[in-house]
Nanobody, 122 residues
Framework: QVQLAESGGGSVQSGGSLRLSCAASQVYTSYSLGWFRQAPGKEREGVAAVASLGAATTADSVKGRFTVSQDNAKNTLYLQMNSLKPEDTGMYYC?????????????????WGQGIQVTVSS
């Protein structure tokens, strides 16, 4: 069982920045961690993911603006979001799987945080 807790959300104007954090209760030798977001009336979409051995990926929609990173000593996943746009607004979720996958598909992930709101105003 992995428990995840997101923090760092909030409201920001277009062009601003936010950094989200996700603290995991434990991380296994082989794992995948991901960031997802969901806007009202839309499906949940993958934003970025990391996996064991240092692999990382970001979605094309945020590439060049969002950066995913992790602090293994703190079991924490981060999402640095720069040049935010109103279309980035939504609930952001952290997710985990105890297997290597580096996937942006939400169906791959077993454990989910409660989510945190990010609102970008124009």
């Amino acid at each position: 069982q992995v428990q995840l807790a997101e923090s760092g959300g909030g409201s920001v104007q277009s062009g601003g920045s936010l950094r989200l954090s996700c603290a995991a209760s434990q991380v296994y030798t082989s794992y995948s961690l991901g960031w997802f977001r969901q806007a009202p009336g839309k499906e949940r979409e993958g934003v970025a993911a990391v996996a064991s051995l240092g692999a990382a990926t970001t979605a094309d929609s945020v590439k060049g603006r969002f950066t995913v990173s992790q602090d293994n000593a703190k079991n924490t996943l981060y999402l640095q979001m720069n040049s935010l746009k109103p279309e980035d607004t939504g609930m952001y979720y952290c997710a985990a799987n105890v297997h290597y996958g580096l996937s942006l598909n939400p169906k791959f992930y077993t454990y989910w945080g409660q989510g945190i709101q990010v609102t970008v105003s124009s």
